[in-house]
């Protein structure tokens, strides 16, 4: 934040005191070149901190970090054998991972599901967990398009959050 105030504090300054030092075609030219600058620092930062949220892409790194849970919801069964189709349980350890993201059982507020669809589309049902992460305040998971295995996956997910 101190860089970014810096940079808006002496960017003007820099390119009135060009224009008259120098000529009219310095501070045409600077004015192009610190805002590219600028850009170009805000998106190095954004790639590194893209790269840090990177999760599991398949479910054996899963394991091979937490353990074998202890049961694991199909939720849509054609991304089962990916973490995005299931919901891996550790009843010992309370936690729920969902589309390959750890979340406390206790975080969990809430958990629903609704379609997602708009008109004139094939239902699109989808599970939503509400938590008390900021950074993950909603999970979706896709269940497909019936309306009565999104209900047992639903009930499936509930009796694990009461469970102790």
Known sequence: MKRKSIYLAIGPISLILLGFI???KATIIAAVVLPAACFLLKLKNRKTSIQKSVRPTKIEDIIDIYGNPDDIILVNPIHGNEPDGIIMIYNKKGLFI???????????IDVTFNNASMAYIQNDYQIVFTTKSENNPYLFIHVGNDALYAKEVLMQIKQHLDYE
């Open 22 to 24: 120098f000529s009219l």
């Open 98 to 108: 969902i589309c390959g993201i750890p979340v406390n059982k206790n975080d969990i």
